[in-house]
């Protein structure tokens, strides 16, 4: 059988490595904004396909018989896009979706819908903001910083962004995070206010801890509205689901 993973997560990449070792025949597909992804077994092709119905094409024309978009939570689009591409398709479509974090006691979170909102609300908490919301939606503190010079950021992303911000540095960097790490850098820093979204997962998840314990609150961009469909929360429950559908 062939399967189609649509990637740009570890998720993604853990996924492939164990289909492989199946075997199964995999193409991970990748959106191609990082420089340097992370190595993946199995077939790569990069960029994208054209909307929904681009995407219909490159199923049929390919002939997979899964798709299984294991793509960021935060990624809306292309779920959305995979989806419809499926449906229309009559093409067999499992979402592997981690769940997001949940705040508990001695978070101090600031539930945002968008990069925009989260950096509306920054003024009020902080002036020494640490963003870890990724380079791609940068420009909403660009013009942030514009109109508050008072505002510092510490900006972690993998590649480094296309917009220089006023009064920042920048960090590249790839998780997974220790607690010990982030800690440290929280302090080194004097962090009063981080903003992340709620990504869910392990890699990234010492920053929320270290927050807690130095009582940092945190702007969360909350995920978008994702499809209703078949949904797995990690690997291992995406392989048991393949071998029910798909005798091997
Ligand atoms: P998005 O808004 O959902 O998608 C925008 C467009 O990018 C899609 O319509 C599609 O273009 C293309 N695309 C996205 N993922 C693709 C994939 N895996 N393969 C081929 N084309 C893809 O996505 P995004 O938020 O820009 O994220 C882009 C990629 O980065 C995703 O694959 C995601 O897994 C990864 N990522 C995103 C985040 C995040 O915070 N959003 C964080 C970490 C990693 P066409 O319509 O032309 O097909």
Same mark, same amino acid.
Do not use: A, C, I, V
């Given at each position: 059988m062939k399967v189609l993973i649509l990637g740009g997560t570890g998720d993604a990449v853990k996924l492939a490595a164990k289909l492989v070792s199946i075997p199964v025949e995999v193409i991970t597909s990748l959106a191609g904004r990082t420089r340097k992804p992370l190595a993946l077994e199995g077939n790569v092709r990069t960029g994208g396909f054209g909307g929904s119905e681009g995407l219909a094409n490159y199923l049929k024309e390919l002939k997979i018989d899964l798709l299984i978009d294991a793509t960021h939570p935060c990624a809306g689009q292309i779920s959305w896009n995979a989806a419809i591409a499926c449906t229309n398709t009559k093409i067999p479509h499992l979402m592997l979706l981690r769940p997001e974090w949940q705040k508990v006691e001695g978070d101090r979170w600031i539930e945002v819908e968008s990069v925009e909102v989260s950096a509306q609300v920054l003024p009020k908490l902080g002036q020494r903001v640490f963003i870890?919301?990724?380079? +791609? +939606?940068l420009e909403p503190f660009f013009n942030l910083a514009l109109t508050n010079p008072e505002i510092w950021f510490l900006i972690r992303c993998i590649d480094p962004p296309d917009l220089e911000i006023p009064n920042s540095k920048v960090i590249l960097d790839r998780g997974a995070f220790s607690l010990e790490g982030e800690r440290q850098l929280l302090k080194d820093y004097q962090i009063d206010v981080i903003v992340s979204k709620n990504s869910g997962g392990d890699a990234t998840f010492a920053k929320i801890i270290a927050a807690r314990e130095l009582n940092i609150p945190i702007v969360m961009i909350k995920r978008p509205q994702m499809p209703v469909c078949e949904q797995v929360i990690n690997v291992e429950e995406a392989i048991a689901w393949l071998k029910l559908h798909f005798a091997t």
């Open positions: 870890t919301s990724g380079r +791609q +939606q």
